[in-house]
């Protein structure tokens, strides 16, 4: 019997010890139990709103919004929108045709040709007396490797033609699984086919571009 009236009075010392507020105040409130689960969702709250509060401040900064209001009216003049609205509103309301002699995508497709005859790639190069020729031939036959393995000419390409057209263009580096059947990752050099997805920061200073 001694043992039982211990045992119930330590677990009624732990609950007093949980629900009394200290004894300054004594008063008895009630401590809400958390679970693993409430602690993981209110982390993934805070997680995706820092998220949020860093992209809304990218997307705001002033260096970013400038370069793709810019690039924006780039594109759509290289696609043949290239009337004042209001000027196209006065010609349509008078019943005229509205003709648009695009001269820009010509001239556009040929400075992206000529650049097509020599396409970027990454070369190694060793620069000074520490460096080994051999381990740069090495590191050029991996990244020889990786473009091919990755087509990266369609990414190169592709970032060319975004770069003449509107000023930017991006190429992704990813690892990948070759096979389903790979624990391996490999590296991949893909296309960014829109290149307005891709935000540099409020850090990244115009000239930098």
């Known amino acids: 019997m001694p043992s039982k009236t211990t045992k119930s009075s330590a677990r009624t010392a732990v609950k007093s010890k949980k629900r009394l507020d200290g004894q300054a105040t004594g008063t008895a409130i009630e401590v809400p139990y958390e ?3 409430d602690k993981s969702t209110k982390s993934l709250e ?7 509060d860093r992209f809304h401040e990218c997307a705001e ?16 003049f290289y696609v043949g929108d290239q009337w004042d609205p209001g000027v ?18 010509p001239a556009c497709r040929q400075v992206i040709n000529s650049l ?13 007396d520490k ?9 050029q036959g991996i990244i020889r490797h990786i473009e091919t393995q990755s087509m990266a000419d369609i990414a190169y390409d592709t970032a060319l033609n975004g770069q003449v057209i509107h000023g930017f263009g991006y190429v992704e580096v ?3 699984f070759p096979t389903p059947y790979s624990f391996n990752q490999e590296a991949y050099i893909r296309a960014v086919d ?16």
Not at 116 to 128: A, E, F, G, H, T
Request: charged share 35%; proline share 7%.
């Open 174 to 176: 990813e690892t990948d």
């Open 88 to 105: 196209r509103a006065r010609v349509e309301s008078r019943k005229r045709p509205v003709l648009t002699i695009n001269r820009v995508k």
């Open 35 to 37: 679970s693993d689960s």
């Open 116 to 128: 097509l005859q020599d396409r970027p790639s990454i070369k190694i190069n060793p620069v000074d």
């Open 61 to 76: 900064s002033p260096n970013e919004s400038s370069i793709r209001k810019s690039s924006l009216e780039d594109l759509k």
């Open 194 to 209: 829109d290149p307005f997805s891709v935000y540099l920061g409020p850090h990244k200073e115009i000239d930098d571009l």
């Open 131 to 139: 460096s080994d020729i051999h381990t740069a031939e090495i590191l």
């Open 46 to 52: 805070s997680f995706l709103q820092e998220m949020r």
